[in-house]
């Protein structure tokens, strides 16, 4: 499906260097959008914004600070002149490990990042774009750990429940300046997040992981980070013009119930 009504748009992406974000922006800039690659690797995202289509900018941030915050939005700003969307995208998964096991300075890491950086993103956007005309649209990244638990994910679960209270609250807020805050929540995506709970599933044997964690799908594969793109740009369009304070699942049927694999 093409997005026509996305182009000329400016979005900020978060976490632009990772697996998603990096499909987000190449998925924007092929329907003409003008995309600030935003990412902890500042490198990554010059590469990811040179390799782009239609003009871009790569901003090294991190976003748990207001500076880094203040970074993107501007180079956005002065680059553009205008936002028309964010996607707030950038995580940290932390150490997996039982919560009994747990220590407080990842859980204050994966806080920061998860949860102060997207209210930080989040503040800064819905101030920007209720004083340009026009609204706009904000996708925040969760997870299907923002949906239900997960066993050794216990900080970054709590964080990507945590983020659906932030989008729910900004949405009732501000829907009436035509201002759109939606979540997503993605399922096992084959980014380099990934491999961490392959490790998990697994031991050293990553495929065996793979395999292991596949069979829990009902869609009996992981998704590909661009159908979390597809989501992602469909929600930032004015095709998604009613759609506010959602939380879109993405995730093979991972979180729609129990499944049990059918025996060979
Ligand atoms: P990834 O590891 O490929 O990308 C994450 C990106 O975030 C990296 O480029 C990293 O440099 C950046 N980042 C981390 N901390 C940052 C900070 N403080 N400031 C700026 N950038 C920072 O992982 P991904 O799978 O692409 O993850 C993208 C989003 O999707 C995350 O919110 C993640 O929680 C979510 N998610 C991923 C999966 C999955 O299975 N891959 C599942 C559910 C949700």
């Given at each position: 499906m093409s997005l026509e009504c996305l182009r000329e748009n400016v979005v900020i992406v978060t976490g632009a260097a990772g697996g998603i974000g990096g499909a987000v922006a190449r998925r924007l800039s092929q329907e003409g959008a003008h995309v600030v690659a935003a990412d902890l690797d500042a490198a990554a995202a010059g590469r990811l914004a040179a390799q782009l289509p239609t003009a871009a900018v790569g901003v090294g941030a991190d976003v748990s600070t207001p500076e880094g915050v203040e970074g993107y939005m501007n180079a956005a700003l002065e680059r553009?002149?205008?936002?028309d969307g964010v996607h707030l995208n950038a995580a940290y998964a932390g150490k997996l490990v039982p919560l009994a096991e747990s220590d407080v300075a990842e859980l204050d890491k994966v806080m920061a990042v998860n949860v102060r950086g997207v209210y930080l993103g989040l503040r800064a956007a819905l101030r920007q774009l209720a004083g340009q005309a026009g609204g706009g649209s904000i996708v925040v990244t969760s997870s299907a750990g923002g949906l239900a638990g997960a066993q050794l994910w216990g900080p970054y679960v709590a964080s990507k429940h945590a983020v659906i209270g932030l989008v729910r609250s900004a949405a009732l807020e501000a829907a009436r300046d035509g201002i759109r805050v939606n979540a997503v929540c993605p399922g096992?995506?084959?980014?380099?997040?990934v491999r961490r709970t392959e490790q998990a599933a697994g031991s050293e044997d990553l495929s065996a992981g793979r395999a292991a964690l596949e069979q829990r799908v009902p869609a009996g594969r992981y998704a590909h980070p661009h159908e979390i793109a597809a989501c992602v740009a469909w929600l930032l369009s004015?095709?998604?013009?009613?759609?506010?304070?959602a939380t879109l699942a993405?995730?093979?049927?991972?979180?729609?119930g129990s499944y049990v694999p059918p025996t060979e």
């Open positions: 553009f002149g205008r936002i096992l995506t084959d980014t380099a997040m004015d095709e998604a013009s009613y759609v506010t304070g993405i995730d093979g049927g991972i979180t729609a």
